[in-house]
Structure formats: C-alpha cells, structure tokens
Antibody
Framework: EVQLVESGGDLVQPGGSLRLSCTVS????????MTWVRQAPGKGLEWVGSIKEDGTEKYYVDSVKGRFTISRDNTKNSLYLQMNSLRAEDTAVYYC????????WGQGTLVTVSS | DVVMTQSPLSLPVTLGQPASISCRSSQSLVYSDGNTYLNWFQQRPGQSPRRLIYRASNRDSGVPDRFSGSGSGTDFTLKISRVEAEDVGVYYCMQAIYWPGTFGQGTKVEIK
C-alpha cells in the first residue's frame, strides 16, 4: 500500500524556520513529481509547490517564493520543505502528495507560527 | 495564476438524491497532448484529501461509480448520482497544467 508520512511540524515563532519531511513507501519515489499542499485552519487547500522527479525543476506559489525551498533525496525516498522567515499566515496543516495532481496524500503535519 | 471558481459553495442534499458541483477555470485546461487536466478531490471531515477524478472524467481506483466527472476547456462538473452518508465533506477541483497549481474554493456537501 502506498504510504506518505509527513513529519516535522511544530510551534515556531514568527521569523523562525522549520524543515518538514515526507517519507514514502511502496512506490518508486524517483519516478514521480512530488507536491506540497497546505490547509490553514478551517480554510481550503492551497498548492505550495512541486518538484520534478530528479529535482531539476521546482515551482512555488508566489506567497512562499524566496522563503520556502522544496528538495528531495531519492536515495532516502524523502521529500523536504525548508521553511524560513515564517509568518502567522503560514500556519496550516502541510500535506505531501504524489505527482503534480495528488494521486496519494499523507496525513499532514501541523505548523503553527505564533509568538 | 489560473483561477478556479466552484459553485455552489454549500450543497445540502437529501440522501439518495443526485448532487452536482460546477468548476470553472480562467484558462483552458486542455493540454497540447489533447488531454484535459482537471482533477476533483474529496475531503471528508478530519481526513486528508483524496483524489476522485483525474483528467476531467477518469475515476481513481476504488472510487464508487456514483461519482462522475465531465467537461472540457474551462467548464467542468462533478456529479454524484445518489448521495450517501459517507459522501459528506468538501469537494475541490484543481488544475496543475499551469504553475502554480490552483484549487477551487471548495464545495461543502452536507445531508439535509
């Protein structure tokens, strides 16, 4: 069974940094684009960014450009989201998803930005 | 950015009755390969989203056949032929042809 497990969510102060991880199993990770999507409390889904199979292409929503970086380690079946200069509006559950269109999703990890 | 507009945003439905959700994109979602890249997701209360439909009309594995997707270009529809209690949740359309990917605002389906 395909699995995606996010981790790393935490309470962080405004201006702080956090690194999320997504570890996958039961599919060939290196064959797929991967995507991060977030959901603020009580709100809808927001696409954050995607990374190509080999990591050579990355795309981000404007609100996180220059602050967030997506990376991956195909030897470890892992996807990452480095989040810097965090703001209150970044508070959300962060999901990783397989592919550009989210065939499978993880359970999410909560990031809270607050002083 | 491509704007995805859903309607209605709230949809009370009687059990066993049909339901229909509309999604409109600000640009055509027909790609150069001829396929239409529009996806539908279901998010049940307290759960992660789950993709139901890809490329506008293809059901994902395990999705009941009471769910169907249709449309082309910029206008799309998700239909539930007979709503069941387990269908309660929020439904989103989403495009990933253009960067950044974008979701509709979500349509909340509830039982009357």
């Amino acid at each position: 069974e395909v699995q995606l497990v996010e981790s790393g969510g935490d309470l962080v102060q405004p201006g702080g940094s956090l690194r999320l991880s997504c570890t996958v199993s039961e599919f060939t990770f290196s064959n797929y684009w991967m995507t991060w999507v977030r959901q603020a409390p009580g709100k809808g889904l927001e696409w954050v960014g995607s990374i190509k199979e080999d990591g050579t292409e990355k795309y981000y929503v404007d609100s996180v450009k220059g602050r967030f970086t997506i990376s991956r380690d195909n030897t470890k079946n892992s996807l990452y989201l480095q989040m810097n200069s965090l703001r209150a509006e970044d508070t959300a559950v962060y999901y990783c998803a397989r592919g550009r269109t989210g065939t499978y999703w993880g359970q999410g990890t909560l990031v809270t930005v607050s002083s | 950015d491509v704007v995805m507009t859903q309607s209605p945003l709230s949809l009370p439905v009687t059990l066993g009755q049909p339901a229909s959700i509309s999604c409109r994109s600000s640009q055509s979602l027909v790609y150069s390969d001829g396929n239409t890249y529009l996806n539908w997701f279901q998010q049940r209360p307290g759960q992660s989203p789950r993709r139901l439909i890809y490329r506008a009309s293809n059901r994902d594995s395990g999705v009941p056949d009471r769910f169907s997707g249709s449309g082309s270009g910029t206008d799309f529809t998700l239909k539930i032929s007979r709503v069941e209690a387990e269908d309660v949740g929020v439904y989103y359309c989403m495009q990933a042809i253009y960067w950044p990917g974008t979701f509709g605002q979500g349509t909340k389906v509830e039982i009357k």
